[in-house]
Structures are given as C-alpha cells and as structure tokens.
C-alpha cells in the first residue's frame, strides 16, 4: 500500500469529482478508503449520498478518436475534457476500447523522451572520432561520469576496477588502464569499445590480454558483450561472481582487495 505522504489530496479530489466513490479511488490510489475519505474531508468536499456517482458523460466515438487516431495521452484527454486521467481509461474499459501495448505507447511521438538525444548521424561521427583519433583518449578517460576513484596514477570510474588494479599490484602483474580504442561491430554498425585493463603479460602467462570489468550489466549490454567477445580474441570478461572469487569484492558487492594468487 502506497504511503500517505505520498497520496495528493488534489488526484483524491480530482478522482472523486470524476464521478469516482471512496472505494473505486482507494483502489486506484492503493491506499484505504478512510485515507480517501479523510482528504476530501480536508479538502471542503461535499460528499455526495452513500452509493450515488457523479456520472460523466464523455462520448465513446470522440474518446477513441482523441487516443488512436489523435494518438492522444489519457493525460491530455483527461485536460481537454475536465476530467481525471483515471476517469479517461476507466470509460475506455467500459466502452471496450483496447489500450496501447507498451511497446506500442513507446513509438515515435508518444515515446515520452521522442527526440532526446543524439541523432544517428551525430552518434556516426562521434564513433569517427574516436576512431580517426581526433577525440582526446585521455579526456575519454577523465570524464566526469561515474564514481571516481585516483589509485597508481589513474582515475578510475569504478570502484571495482580500482580493486582489480590493487590485485593486479598485489600478484606483480602489469597492466595499463584504457589504453587502446578497439573497433566492432554491434547490430551491423560500426562502434568503438575502450578495454578497460590491457595486461601486457596476461594473468602471468606471457601472452597479452584485454580486461573488461563488468557488474550488472543490461541485457544489451550482455549482448554488446558477447559480440566483443566474438570479435576480440585476447579480450577476458569478468563478471561479479569472478571478482568475488579473485577476492577482490565481498557477496555485498564492497571492494576488499584480497591477497589470494591466481
């Protein structure tokens, strides 16, 4: 049940005077019908006699218009035609009319975030320059997103990679922090991948590798990572459960740096 702190008298009174009673809105607002009856109380609303409803009149032709071929939000219908949002998609079930699916209310304009962000051809020459080399690795490096952590002469963005840093110190192996931009290819795209570890010596066998230090990543993440893996041959990923068992973070996720040899 939602906390009353966070239940807003006006979307009580709003609900009510949609034509809603004290247990419909209840059940809207998840709280209890006291709760309900208590705001409106607060509010100077006169309630209306046991069992009687505000009956709204909103025309279920001009109600399917305005949401699918006007692609217009229950929010916005609920403005245009004085009444609560809730009161909007209650009549739409009354009159049978289907909702959006998610995948559908995410779709071009009635994407909330439609147009945020970076355009495709600007995220193509952002990957150029990273690529070409006219982009600074070293301001890459040093941006100011992230948790940062100063450990041997470097800025790490997670606390995680500076604990793999110590246990690469603790067992003599060397290493370099981002030094190499990488390029792959990610859902037929061209992309630019910066390791986050490059071992010149591997885990002591000689051979160099790439570290990639990871948490808990995303399933496109996962899958970005599996291309990588795919097309990066010397590249080693290691997961949480890994860094738990290398010592390096205890099963709270906490960096304790452990001591023990690979």
């Known amino acids: 049940m939602v906390q009353r702190k966070d239940i807003k008298t006006e979307d009580v009174v709003a609900l009510y005077d949609g034509g809603l009673i004290g247990r419909e809105i209840a059940e809207e607002l998840r709280c209890s019908v006291s709760l309900v009856q208590t705001r409106l109380a607060s509010a100077g609303v006169k309630i209306r006699p046991c069992n009687a409803r505000k009956e709204i009149y909103i025309d279920k032709h001009v109600l399917k218009e305005m949401y ?58 952002m990957s150029n320059l990273f690529l070409t080399g006219e982009r600074d690795l070293e301001a890459i490096k040093n941006n100011q997103y992230g948790k940062r952590v100063e450990y041997g002469g ?78 990066i041959d010397n590249l080693t990923v290691l997961y949480r459960d890994d860094l738990i068992r290398l010592g390096i973070i205890g099963t709270s996720g906490k960096v304790i740096v452990g001591q023990r040899g690979l």
């Open 154 to 231: 470097e800025v790490f963005r997670s606390s995680w990679e500076y604990g793999f840093a110590v246990f690469l110190d603790n067992n003599s192996i060397p290493w370099d922090y981002e030094p190499h931009r990488l390029s792959y290819r990610f859902k037929g795209q061209k992309r630019v991948y910066i390791p986050d570890f490059y071992l010149t010596k591997g885990f002591n066998s000689g051979i160099p590798i790439y570290v990639e230090i990871k948490g808990y990543g995303a399933k496109k993440e996962r899958y970005k990572i599996k291309a990588l893996e795919a097309q």
């Open 68 to 125: 699918w071929d006007k692609k217009m939000h229950p929010v916005e219908i609920g403005k245009t035609l004085g009444v609560h949002k809730n009161t909007v998609t209650k009549k739409m079930r009354e009159f049978g009319i289907p909702l959006r699916t998610k995948s559908e209310s995410r779709i071009k304009e009635l994407n909330p975030i439609y147009g945020v962000g970076h355009s495709k051809k600007t995220r193509e020459k």
